[in-house]
């Protein structure tokens, strides 16, 4: 099956410059997450989504961060403007959803390769 | 609330010889527990994964990793390490709360010597 898609794979801005990041999830995973993981640390849940709603933004730096899932498939997340220590990879992974825990079995979180973002 | 220790940053071991990455874990229920892998440049793989079916769990590539409630532990072991082991390790937790949360350790980064 194919996995989840991310792009690009490498960002290189200056700081006070915009960049946006795409998601693509696993057919029928109706959960997408972005996290965000800085060097040496490990990865930060920034948003949730559930197709289309927000679960959980509570760590989403929203004077700066956005993101989006419009159709509940694809997922767009956005800083503007960067600073330094946005540098990190950018991770967006995707679940099955479940209105009430799944069959053990079925409980999988699924990664997409991330997105390397440096801010000079 | 739920957490995750991992209680060594880097841990170096010779190419044969056993892998112990240490996990502990906080949970106020059952948790969820997992191991995932983070090669350099790749995306996370799961190795492994705890759901009370059985405290001795076994993952991909030979690793295993035990659940200890007494010790409210779940670390990682490899009987022979392999130069191509060397990675990131993170143990993670989940909770369900109307949806599935995972919450990452800060990782363990495994050097094999040749």
């Known amino acids: 099956e194919a996995g989840v898609a991310q792009s690009p794979r490498y960002k290189i801005i200056e700081k006070r410059q915009s960049v946006a990041f795409w998601c693509n999830p696993i057919?029928?995973?109706?959960?997408l997450y972005w996290y965000q993981q800085i060097l040496g640390q490990g990865p930060k849940l920034l948003i949730q989504?559930?197709?289309?709603?927000?679960?959980?933004d509570s760590q989403l730096p929203k004077d700066r961060f956005s993101a989006e899932r419009l159709k509940g498939v694809d997922s767009t997340l956005k800083i503007q403007p960067a600073k330094l220590e946005d540098s990190a990879v950018y991770l967006c992974?995707?679940?099955?959803?479940?209105?009430?825990?799944?069959?053990?079995?079925?409980?999988?979180?699924?990664f997409g390769s991330g997105t390397q973002l440096s801010v000079l | 609330a739920q957490s995750v220790t991992q209680l060594d940053s880097h841990v170096s071991v010779s190419e044969g010889t056993p892998v112990l990455l240490r996990c502990n874990y906080s949970?106020?229920?059952?948790?969820?527990l997992f191991w995932y892998v983070q090669h350099p440049n790749k995306g996370l793989q799961l190795l492994l994964k705890y759901t009370s079916a059985a405290t001795l769990v076994k993952g991909i590539n030979g690793f295993e990793a035990e659940f200890k409630k007494s010790e409210t532990s779940f670390h990682l072991t490899k009987p022979s390490a392999h130069m191509s082991d060397a990675a990131e390790y993170f143990c993670v937790v989940s909770l369900f709360s109307g949806t599935y949360k995972y919450i990452f350790g800060t990782g363990t980064r495994l050097k094999v010597l040749a």
């Open positions: 992974a995707s679940s099955l959803v479940a209105a009430r825990p799944l069959a053990p079995t079925n409980e999988k979180l699924f």
């Open positions: 989504f559930q197709n289309n709603g927000v679960v959980d």
């Open positions: 949970s106020s229920y059952s948790p969820s």
């Open positions: 057919s029928g995973h109706a959960t």
